[in-house]
T-cell receptor
């Protein structure tokens, strides 16, 4: 079974631009979560999607948004980029159902650099 | 904050030695999970331990959980250079969102 894939792997943008990151979960997984990882803040939860609906949301400004498609693929968008948005963005998928113990499988991440 | 906090922040040992890292948290939890992250890569799930469990093993890994002290430890026995990575604990409490600590950076010298 293929793992979680994220595209692109690396991205360089300038302040004020917007960016869209993509995540394809493991086949059959319906839950997709997004995290931002920075050296200073560690791993911060952005949002989780399940069956095309946002199920949970972290404490990030409205510039950060996401969506999930019917095939469970997910995208996140960041508008009006700031220098502080430079980070590794990780996507994780988990198997169907509402089991709180579900293991998350992470993708390799997208390294975003904002200049 | 319900975020787990790993200790120590960094650990440097020789190959063959054991490595122990700890995770403390402040609230009740459903489960606690340990992950490994190699430099610049995604996280790899290692072990999940539920709140009603006290110890779990997986190969050279041993995880303990003490809910009375709100802490967990990850022991890597007979460490190898390939174990060099960052290790994170993630706690789940009442929601589907695991919250992660800042991680322990482990360096195993050959």
């Amino acid at each position: 079974k293929a793992g979680v894939t994220q595209t692109p792997r690396y991205l360089i943008k300038t302040r004020g631009q917007q960016v869209t990151l993509s995540c394809s979960p493991i086949s059959g997984h319906r839950s997709v979560s997004w995290y931002q990882q920075t050296p200073g803040q560690g791993l911060q939860f952005l949002f989780e999607y399940f069956s095309e609906t946002q199920r949970n949301k972290g404490n990030f400004p409205g510039r950060f948004s996401g969506r999930q498609f019917s095939n469970s693929r997910s995208e996140m968008n960041v508008s009006t980029l700031e220098l502080g948005d430079s980070a590794l963005y990780l996507c994780a998928s988990s198997s169907p159902g509402a089991d709180k113990n579900n293991e998350q499988f992470f993708g390799p991440g997208t390294r975003l650099t904002v200049l | 904050s319900q975020q787990g906090e790993e200790d120590p922040q960094a650990l440097s040992i020789q190959e063959g030695e054991n490595a122990t890292m700890n995770c403390s948290y402040k609230t009740s939890i459903n489960n606690l999970q340990w992950y490994r992250q190699n430099s610049g890569r995604g996280l790899v799930h290692l072990i999940l331990i539920r709140s009603n469990e006290r110890e779990k093993h997986s190969g050279r890994l041993r995880v303990t959980l003490d809910t009375s002290k709100k802490s967990s430890s990850l022991l890597i026995t007979a460490s190898r250079a390939a174990d060099t990575a960052s290790y994170f604990c993630a706690i789940r409490r009442g929601s589907y969102i695991p919250t992660f600590g800042r991680g322990t950076s482990l360096i195993v010298h050959p």
